[in-house]
């Protein structure tokens, strides 16, 4: 078992057309501090050092995400996260790079706001890095497993397309929700194929298996090279 990513949070500060996520049915909130530690520890147990903070939602909504990152980095965990940038303050990053944040992942639905927080970047000194910057790019289209309307057909150009086994079916990979259910799939914005909690991993009552959902015989994503380690 993997762990891809850790939903903090499933609230976002934007509407974006080409995003499931408006229309999201999913009750929406924030993972405790609890939740996120028992998550952290799950990860570890998995052999990783790396977490990442997002999913379905933008993790600087989340009230704790400095003690987040600083929890990580005392457990030997680089954290690191996906953003839209618009919360980003200079007071924010400095607490961040405190906290351990070496780098973190731009997605830019607001215009300029790449090149803004890399203007905060070199304004404040801090030791972190911009290790990806995504763009939707129209000529690259597909619809979440059509969970948008085909109007709104926008592919993050960081995920691969084409055929065989995806990343969650290579590698037994899993989600944890922001609530602790984990999750098969990063793109399952109604978090339809939970199988259990943190607490089942931990407490060695369940077992991880991949097993395709409803979702899977629409999509054609994350079959490239991506690799959890």
């Given at each position: ?11 976002c ?9 408006p229309t ?44 987040f ?20 303050s ?7 790079a ?5 780098h ?19 304004e ?7 290790r ?5 790019q ?16 926008i ?10 086994p ?7 990979a ?13 793109i ?9 909690t943190?607490?089942d991993?931990?407490a ?10 409803p ?15």
């Open positions: 078992m993997k762990i891809y990513q850790i939903e903090i949070s499933n609230h500060n934007l509407t974006c057309s080409y995003c499931p996520h999201q049915q999913r009750t929406r909130g924030d993972m405790t501090r609890e939740t996120f530690e028992k998550s952290v520890e799950l990860l570890l147990r998995c052999g990783q050092r790396t977490a990442y903070l997002h999913n379905f939602g933008e993790p600087l909504l989340h009230p704790e995400v400095v003690d990152v600083a929890h990580c980095t005392e457990r030997g965990v680089d954290a690191s996260f996906f953003t839209n940038g618009v919360l980003l200079p007071e924010l990053l400095v607490r961040l405190d906290a351990g944040l070496t973190l992942c731009v997605s830019k639905h607001t215009r300029g706001e790449g090149d803004r927080v890399a203007q905060l970047i070199e404040t000194g801090v030791p972190v890095a911009i990806d910057r995504f763009r939707p129209r000529q690259q289209l597909h619809s979440w497993a059509d969970q948008v309307t085909p109007g709104a057909r592919l993050p150009v960081h995920v691969s397309e084409g055929p065989g995806c990343l969650f079916e290579r590698q037994q899993a989600v944890v929700l922001w609530d602790g259910r984990i999750g098969v799939c990063c399952d914005v109604e978090g339809q194929g939970a199988r259990g943190v607490d991993y931990l060695g009552d369940a077992e991880y298996h991949f097993a395709p959902i979702l899977c015989g629409s999509c054609s994503l994350m079959r490239g090279e991506e690799d959890l380690s």
